[in-house]
Protein backbone atom coordinates (compact mmCIF):
# COMPACT_ATOMS: atom_id res chain seq x y z
CA UNK A 1 0.00 0.00 0.00
CA UNK A 2 1.35 3.36 -0.99
CA UNK A 3 0.20 6.63 0.38
CA UNK A 4 1.14 8.88 -2.35
CA UNK A 5 3.88 10.18 0.16
CA UNK A 6 7.81 10.96 -0.93
CA UNK A 7 9.47 9.33 1.44
CA UNK A 8 7.11 5.96 3.27
CA UNK A 9 8.46 4.72 6.56
CA UNK A 10 6.19 2.25 8.68
CA UNK A 11 7.24 0.06 10.70
CA UNK A 12 10.51 0.21 10.98
CA UNK A 13 12.53 -1.80 13.05
CA UNK A 14 16.81 -1.18 13.25
CA UNK A 15 19.57 -1.48 15.25
CA UNK A 16 22.93 -3.20 15.72
CA UNK A 17 24.26 -6.44 16.95
CA UNK A 18 24.15 -4.64 20.35
CA UNK A 19 20.36 -4.36 20.25
CA UNK A 20 17.79 -2.41 18.60
CA UNK A 21 17.38 0.90 18.07
CA UNK A 22 14.38 1.85 16.21
CA UNK A 23 10.81 0.03 17.12
CA UNK A 24 8.41 0.90 14.82
CA UNK A 25 9.08 4.36 13.06
CA UNK A 26 6.41 5.30 10.87
CA UNK A 27 6.95 8.83 8.76
CA UNK A 28 5.90 10.24 5.70
CA UNK A 29 8.00 13.25 4.25
CA UNK A 30 5.83 14.98 1.33
CA UNK A 31 8.50 15.98 -1.67
CA UNK A 32 10.09 19.24 -1.34
CA UNK A 33 9.93 19.63 2.73
CA UNK A 34 12.47 20.40 5.16
CA UNK A 35 11.69 17.80 7.64
CA UNK A 36 13.30 18.17 11.53
CA UNK A 37 13.95 14.96 13.27
CA UNK A 38 14.24 16.40 16.75
CA UNK A 39 14.89 14.51 20.14
CA UNK A 40 17.31 13.82 23.25
CA UNK A 41 20.65 11.50 22.91
CA UNK A 42 20.46 8.44 22.28
CA UNK A 43 16.75 8.09 20.66
CA UNK A 44 17.69 6.78 17.38
CA UNK A 45 17.94 9.88 15.17
CA UNK A 46 21.66 8.57 13.14
CA UNK A 47 20.10 5.19 13.06
CA UNK A 48 17.15 6.59 11.60
CA UNK A 49 19.40 7.95 8.71
CA UNK A 50 21.25 5.31 8.46
CA UNK A 51 18.37 3.00 7.81
CA UNK A 52 17.15 5.10 5.31
CA UNK A 53 20.62 5.05 3.49
CA UNK A 54 21.05 1.57 3.40
CA UNK A 55 23.75 1.13 5.68
CA UNK A 56 22.36 -1.17 8.37
CA UNK A 57 19.92 -3.93 8.75
CA UNK A 58 16.02 -2.48 8.90
CA UNK A 59 12.51 -4.54 8.98
CA UNK A 60 9.90 -2.39 7.69
CA UNK A 61 8.20 -0.23 4.97
CA UNK A 62 11.21 2.27 2.79
CA UNK A 63 9.89 3.82 0.22
CA UNK A 64 10.97 6.53 -1.69
CA UNK A 65 8.67 7.84 -4.51
CA UNK A 66 6.72 4.51 -4.98
CA UNK A 67 9.14 2.54 -4.79
CA UNK A 68 11.58 0.25 -2.35
CA UNK A 69 14.66 0.96 -1.35
CA UNK A 70 17.04 -1.34 -1.73
CA UNK A 71 18.31 -3.00 1.75
CA UNK A 72 22.21 -2.70 3.04
CA UNK A 73 23.39 -1.27 -0.45
CA UNK A 74 24.34 2.41 0.27
CA UNK A 75 25.40 2.96 -3.15
CA UNK A 76 22.25 1.74 -4.69
CA UNK A 77 20.31 3.87 -2.37
CA UNK A 78 22.85 6.86 -3.62
CA UNK A 79 22.22 5.97 -7.20
CA UNK A 80 18.32 6.51 -6.40
CA UNK A 81 18.91 10.08 -4.84
CA UNK A 82 19.65 9.96 -1.52
CA UNK A 83 22.47 12.05 -0.14
CA UNK A 84 23.93 10.98 3.17
CA UNK A 85 25.75 14.02 5.17
CA UNK A 86 27.13 12.10 8.17
CA UNK A 87 27.47 13.31 11.28
CA UNK A 88 31.26 14.77 11.71
CA UNK A 89 30.81 15.58 8.13
CA UNK A 90 32.99 13.10 6.31
CA UNK A 91 35.25 15.12 4.38
CA UNK A 92 38.49 14.01 3.44
CA UNK A 93 41.02 16.19 5.04
CA UNK A 94 44.22 15.89 2.87
CA UNK A 95 41.95 16.30 -0.15
CA UNK A 96 41.44 20.29 -1.37
CA UNK A 97 37.98 21.35 -1.49
CA UNK A 98 37.11 21.27 -5.16
CA UNK A 99 38.67 17.29 -4.88
CA UNK A 100 35.94 16.83 -2.16
CA UNK A 101 32.93 18.19 -4.43
CA UNK A 102 34.13 15.93 -7.08
CA UNK A 103 33.77 13.09 -5.33
CA UNK A 104 30.25 13.59 -4.45
CA UNK A 105 29.62 12.98 -8.57
CA UNK A 106 30.76 9.29 -8.45
CA UNK A 107 27.33 8.27 -9.27
CA UNK A 108 27.80 10.12 -12.63
CA UNK A 109 29.43 11.05 -15.72
CA UNK A 110 29.46 13.96 -18.25
CA UNK A 111 32.91 16.50 -17.39
CA UNK A 112 30.93 19.45 -18.49
CA UNK A 113 27.66 18.63 -16.07
CA UNK A 114 29.96 18.09 -13.28
CA UNK A 115 32.07 21.32 -13.84
CA UNK A 116 28.34 22.92 -14.29
CA UNK A 117 27.74 21.34 -10.72
CA UNK A 118 30.88 22.30 -9.29
CA UNK A 119 29.87 26.07 -10.07
CA UNK A 120 26.26 25.74 -8.87
CA UNK A 121 28.10 24.55 -5.12
CA UNK A 122 30.07 27.23 -5.50
CA UNK A 123 26.79 30.01 -6.20
CA UNK A 124 25.22 28.34 -3.07
CA UNK A 125 28.75 28.64 -1.09
CA UNK A 126 31.06 31.89 -2.42
CA UNK A 127 33.39 30.90 0.51
CA UNK A 128 34.37 27.59 -0.85
CA UNK A 129 35.01 29.05 -4.39
CA UNK A 130 37.23 31.07 -2.13
CA UNK A 131 39.02 28.25 -0.46
CA UNK A 132 39.05 25.53 -3.92
CA UNK A 133 42.64 24.78 -4.00
CA UNK A 134 43.41 24.22 0.24
CA UNK A 135 42.92 20.96 1.91
CA UNK A 136 39.75 20.69 3.19
CA UNK A 137 41.48 20.00 6.89
CA UNK A 138 42.30 23.62 7.11
CA UNK A 139 38.59 24.97 6.69
CA UNK A 140 36.49 26.19 9.57
CA UNK A 141 33.99 24.15 11.06
CA UNK A 142 31.24 25.96 9.09
CA UNK A 143 32.98 25.67 5.85
CA UNK A 144 33.88 21.69 6.47
CA UNK A 145 30.08 21.37 6.88
CA UNK A 146 29.71 23.74 3.93
CA UNK A 147 32.33 21.29 1.96
CA UNK A 148 30.15 18.33 3.27
CA UNK A 149 26.96 19.87 2.01
CA UNK A 150 28.25 20.74 -1.12
CA UNK A 151 29.16 17.20 -1.76
CA UNK A 152 26.17 15.81 -1.06
CA UNK A 153 24.08 18.58 -3.90
CA UNK A 154 27.07 16.98 -6.44
CA UNK A 155 24.82 14.36 -6.83
CA UNK A 156 21.79 16.05 -7.72
CA UNK A 157 19.78 14.52 -5.10
CA UNK A 158 16.36 14.56 -4.54
CA UNK A 159 16.33 13.70 -0.66
CA UNK A 160 19.22 14.96 1.43
CA UNK A 161 20.27 13.54 5.02
CA UNK A 162 21.75 15.92 7.03
CA UNK A 163 22.65 14.49 10.46
CA UNK A 164 23.30 17.48 13.10
CA UNK A 165 25.09 19.75 10.89
CA UNK A 166 25.35 22.48 13.88
CA UNK A 167 27.66 20.22 16.00
CA UNK A 168 30.06 22.39 16.88
CA UNK A 169 29.23 25.28 15.25
CA UNK A 170 28.23 29.10 16.37
CA UNK A 171 24.84 29.67 16.03
CA UNK A 172 25.19 32.43 13.84
CA UNK A 173 27.36 30.04 11.33
CA UNK A 174 24.35 27.27 11.69
CA UNK A 175 21.83 30.06 10.74
CA UNK A 176 24.11 30.89 8.06
CA UNK A 177 24.29 26.81 7.01
CA UNK A 178 20.55 26.50 7.32
CA UNK A 179 19.52 29.42 5.30
CA UNK A 180 22.02 27.97 2.47
CA UNK A 181 20.00 24.23 2.81
CA UNK A 182 16.35 26.37 2.29
CA UNK A 183 17.52 28.30 -0.30
CA UNK A 184 18.85 24.80 -2.07
CA UNK A 185 15.54 23.32 -0.87
CA UNK A 186 13.42 26.43 -2.62
CA UNK A 187 15.37 26.36 -5.75
CA UNK A 188 15.78 22.74 -6.49
CA UNK A 189 12.91 21.32 -4.58
CA UNK A 190 15.27 18.89 -2.66
CA UNK A 191 13.42 17.37 0.14
CA UNK A 192 15.83 17.52 3.03
CA UNK A 193 15.63 15.82 6.18
CA UNK A 194 17.33 17.75 9.18
CA UNK A 195 18.35 15.59 12.45
CA UNK A 196 19.44 18.24 15.21
CA UNK A 197 19.25 18.55 18.78
CA UNK A 198 18.92 22.34 18.63
CA UNK A 199 15.44 22.63 18.18
CA UNK A 200 14.80 26.30 18.68
CA UNK A 201 16.82 26.94 15.49
CA UNK A 202 15.73 23.86 13.20
CA UNK A 203 11.92 25.07 14.03
CA UNK A 204 12.50 28.49 12.53
CA UNK A 205 13.77 26.44 9.17
CA UNK A 206 12.12 23.11 8.60
CA UNK A 207 7.95 22.62 7.29
CA UNK A 208 7.24 20.02 9.63
CA UNK A 209 8.86 18.10 12.63
CA UNK A 210 8.95 14.53 14.39
CA UNK A 211 10.17 14.18 17.62
CA UNK A 212 11.50 10.87 18.15
CA UNK A 213 12.07 9.58 21.37
CA UNK A 214 13.68 6.10 22.33
CA UNK A 215 13.39 4.68 18.86
CA UNK A 216 9.34 5.85 17.90
CA UNK A 217 8.15 8.78 16.54
CA UNK A 218 6.15 10.51 19.56
CA UNK A 219 5.01 13.22 17.87
CA UNK A 220 4.56 14.87 14.76
CA UNK A 221 3.23 18.43 13.08
CA UNK A 222 4.28 21.24 11.26
CA UNK A 223 7.23 23.38 12.77
CA UNK A 224 4.84 26.06 13.43
CA UNK A 225 2.84 24.13 15.62
CA UNK A 226 5.28 22.33 17.68
CA UNK A 227 6.98 25.53 18.50
CA UNK A 228 3.76 26.97 19.10
CA UNK A 229 2.60 24.55 21.71
CA UNK A 230 4.68 25.73 24.75
CA UNK A 231 3.78 22.28 26.80
CA UNK A 232 5.08 19.98 24.15
CA UNK A 233 8.25 22.30 24.05
CA UNK A 234 8.96 21.77 27.36
CA UNK A 235 8.43 18.04 27.74
CA UNK A 236 9.78 17.08 24.61
CA UNK A 237 12.29 19.73 23.26
CA UNK A 238 13.58 21.22 26.54
CA UNK A 239 12.80 24.50 25.09
CA UNK A 240 9.99 27.19 25.86
P1 LIG B 1 23.06 11.30 19.23
O1 LIG B 1 22.54 12.65 19.02
O2 LIG B 1 23.71 11.09 20.53
O3 LIG B 1 23.83 10.75 18.07
P2 LIG B 1 20.87 9.77 18.28
O4 LIG B 1 19.47 10.11 18.55
O5 LIG B 1 21.42 10.09 16.92
O6 LIG B 1 21.75 10.43 19.38
P3 LIG B 1 21.84 7.14 17.78
O7 LIG B 1 23.20 7.63 17.46
O8 LIG B 1 21.00 6.64 16.67
O9 LIG B 1 21.02 8.25 18.56
O10 LIG B 1 21.99 6.03 18.88
C1 LIG B 1 20.93 5.29 19.40
C2 LIG B 1 21.46 4.11 20.19
O11 LIG B 1 22.18 3.24 19.32
C3 LIG B 1 22.42 4.52 21.28
O12 LIG B 1 22.12 3.73 22.42
C4 LIG B 1 23.78 4.15 20.73
O13 LIG B 1 24.66 3.78 21.75
C5 LIG B 1 23.47 2.98 19.84
N1 LIG B 1 24.40 2.89 18.69
C6 LIG B 1 24.66 3.87 17.80
N2 LIG B 1 25.55 3.46 16.87
C7 LIG B 1 25.88 2.19 17.20
C8 LIG B 1 26.75 1.22 16.61
N3 LIG B 1 27.46 1.46 15.50
N4 LIG B 1 26.83 0.01 17.22
C9 LIG B 1 26.11 -0.27 18.33
N5 LIG B 1 25.27 0.60 18.93
C10 LIG B 1 25.15 1.83 18.37
Known amino acids: RDDGTFLNVARLHAGYRAGRVLHGVDLGVAEGE ?14 LLRALCG ?17 RRPEAVARLGVAHVPEGR ?19 RGRTR ?4 IDRVYGYFPVLKE ?17 AIGRALMSRPRLILLDEPSLGLAPLVTRELFHIVKT ?18 TLEFAHRAHVLE ?27
Not at 214 to 240: C, F, K, M, N, P
Open 34 to 47: ICAILGPNGAGKTT
Open 55 to 71: MIRTEGVLRLAGADLPR
Open 90 to 108: GTFAPLTVEENLRLGAYTR
Open 114 to 117: IAAD
Open 131 to 147: RRAQAAGSLSGGEQQMV
Open 184 to 201: VNEEERTTVILVEQNAHL
Open 214 to 240: TGRIVLSGSAQEIRDDEQTARAYLGIG
